[in-house]
């Protein structure tokens, strides 16, 4: 992930105020495979991650799966919990589904 650092007390709305007051860059690794083992601790081998770019979830628009074995897209008929969030990110949205796996039901 990129982030722009602009000059201190510098306006930056419009695009020329951002070209003229753009110092640097600074950057990120994102490594969400460990990012997701972190924050479900001791409940990562109950949950079932699924990260989508956009609202469609399908092959094409898969970026994680936390079972990394596939998936058949479709709502699970079985006994798990299920939960869909759509995550707004300025202007774009991710969709998140999680899935109970069979321990933890």
């Known amino acids: 992930m990129y982030l722009a650092i602009y000059a201190h007390d510098k306006p930056f709305a419009t695009l020329r105020e951002r070209r003229e007051n ?3 860059w600074t950057y990120c690794v994102f ?4 990012f997701l083992e972190g ?3 001791e409940f990562y081998n109950d949950l079932h991650f699924e990260i989508f ?6 092959a094409q628009t898969l970026m994680y799966d936390s079972q990394d074995h596939g998936t058949d897209f479709q709502k699970d008929s079985d ?3 299920q939960q869909e969030i759509r995550l707004p990110i300025l202007d774009h949205t991710w969709t998140i589904r999680v899935k109970s796996l069979p321990s933890l039901t």
Do not use: C, T
């Open 22 to 24: 753009l110092v640097g």
């Open 31 to 34: 490594r969400v495979n460990d």
């Open 53 to 58: 770019d956009g609202e469609l979830m399908s």
């Open 39 to 41: 924050i479900q601790g």
């Open 79 to 81: 006994n798990s919990l």
